[in-house]
């Protein structure tokens, strides 16, 4: 292996299937480490990795990283065969129950931003308070991925519709209603105080020209943990899951959370799609989770 493939590869995983910055940093710390492994081919090193003291779920990532890797070599026609064409594995799965908010860090995390907004002493200081907010508020509205919020594009907006254009992992797409009155209210406040351009992100950074870094909003949750003095680390990813499981709570089923989330490819036809967004729009008006956690009702 060559460590400029590797490079190669992880610059294509950036710019064809538009990969998160988590998941590239994954590969690359898993490539990396077989190329600085003293084995020459990938059964050995599998083999070594199956007889380590590692979790299932890393062994699993670990195999799945040099797979794709190598699934990139061959369509290059850089190799003659695939290796893992000839591999075959058995894992042991281990279950691990998702990493949620629990509903009073929620509640007081959300008050917090407000408040923020409200007593802010400074343009500046206002700008950043509503920026975050409406962070929070879309995290846990849409459950939308950190990567698919930090990419959201002027443009992807629809207001007569209310609707969101989503660009997911391996550049699949879906279409989110936004249910959430205060959410779309604070949205359209944003955007006509703070957005100029048409072409823009909805979220940028100190370069106004690209969109604000997934790790800016880790930092944003990270200071918010700080300032309400909190036990628990809050990651973007943990209010994904907390909509997810807040919507099953309530009882909406699991193939239209699925849906929502963009866990399956867009494959259906048209008639089902309307249907599909037709039932979207209601579980996400009338179930939304953070409606849950607000002290004041929407107007």
Do not use: W
């Not at 940093?25 to 199956?50: C, G, H, M, P």
């Not at 002027?154 to 992992?169: A, C, E, P, Q, V």
């Not at 009882?251 to 979207?280: A, F, M």
């Amino acid at each position: 292996m060559d460590s400029k493939l590797i490079s190669n590869y992880l610059s294509y995983c950036k710019t064809h299937k538009r990969l998160s910055t988590h998941t590239i940093r994954a590969y690359k710390n898993d490539l990396l480490q077989f190329y600085n492994s003293n084995y020459n081919n990938v059964e050995s090193y599998i083999e070594f990795l199956t007889k380590s003291n590692i979790k299932s779920n890393t062994l699993r990532r670990k195999i799945a990283s040099l797979k794709v890797f190598y699934n990139y070599l061959k369509f290059q026609d850089i190799i003659d065969e695939n290796p893992f064409n000839q591999l075959r594995f058995q894992f042991r799965k281990e279950k691990i129950l998702p990493k949620t908010i629990p509903y009073d860090i929620l509640k007081s995390v959300y008050s917090y931003s407000e408040q923020k907004v409200i007593y802010s002493k400074s343009k500046y200081q206002k700008q950043k308070a509503e920026r975050n907010l409406l962070i929070i508020s879309l995290l846990l509205s849409t459950g939308i991925r950190i990567s698919e919020l930090c990419h959201i594009h002027l443009k992807d907006i629809n207001f007569s519709n209310r609707t969101l254009h989503i660009i997911g992992k391996g550049k699949k797409e879906r279409i989110l209603f936004l249910g959430d009155q205060t959410t779309f209210s604070l949205l359209k406040t944003y955007i006509n105080k703070y957005c100029v351009r048409p072409n823009d992100y909805l979220f940028t950074g100190q370069n106004p020209l690209k969109a604000l870094s997934e790790q800016s909003v880790r930092l944003i949750l990270k200071k918010l943990v700080k300032k309400n003095n909190l036990s628990i680390t809050i990651t973007p990813h943990m209010f994904r899951h907390s909509f997810a499981t807040m919507l099953l709570d309530k009882d909406v089923d699991i193939r239209y959370i699925q849906q929502i989330l963009g866990h399956s490819s867009i494959s259906v036809t048209q008639i089902y799609t309307h249907v599909s967004q037709s039932k979207q729009k209601e579980i996400l008006t009338l179930c939304n989770p953070i409606s849950s956690i607000r002290s004041r009702p929407q107007k």
